[in-house]
């Protein structure tokens, strides 16, 4: 089980998404639960109809046809993820320690269970551009979802505009926070435009995603990158 979880404009339900599509599409049966009931423009489930044609079962409104709902509930379909004949468990976490109390609220039931939390930074976002930020980011999710970071996700980015001096400049700030934390830098993500290069000294596994959720963006979400 893999619990997704970063501050707002991190990216984190972009790399959930592709996560979990290339999951699918390796034949593993997958299930994409998404727990924010924070922000309404970045949802997983507003991609709900995209992920189940291509493999990956999406669970989390409490509201069969109301993905734009914003309710501070939800549905008792998530105890999904605890359904191990599923191949791959995410769950899309919703950003910062306030989106970040769901998990607590699952804490009793997380507890015995395997799961990693991999935690999704964004350098250029003012909130974490520094490690000392980060790690204070971290330590605060960390005690009000009563669970442990496990691994970290570099995604700095700038939309389109993204250069891969952002992609390295992510990377050393991860590399620093995994310094002096310890935790493994897991992924370092990078745009399609990037595809095909790859500098040297990149720490983690480099992940290319898709922009899924342009779409949403044009529809009014500019605010809420």
Known sequence: MKLIVGHYGSGKTEFALNYALEKASEGKRVLLADLDIVNP????RNKSEFLEERGVTVVGSSLENGV?????ALSPRIFALFDETFGERLADV???????RVLGRLHEKL???QYEMWMVVNANRPE???ADQVIRLLK??????RLKVSGLV????MGDETTWEDVLAGNRLCREVSGSTGLPVRYTCISETLAGQKPEGLEGRVF???RLLRDIWSQGGENHV
């Open 41 to 44: 423009f970045y949802r997983s």
């Open 68 to 72: 734009w709902a914003d309710i501070p």
């Open 94 to 100: 919703g950003g910062d320690p306030a989106g970040a």
């Open 111 to 113: 507890d015995g269970h």
């Open 128 to 130: 974490t551009g520094t």
């Open 140 to 145: 605060e999710i960390e005690a009000v979802s």
């Open 154 to 157: 570099s995604n700095t980015h």
């Open 208 to 210: 290319v995603m898709r």
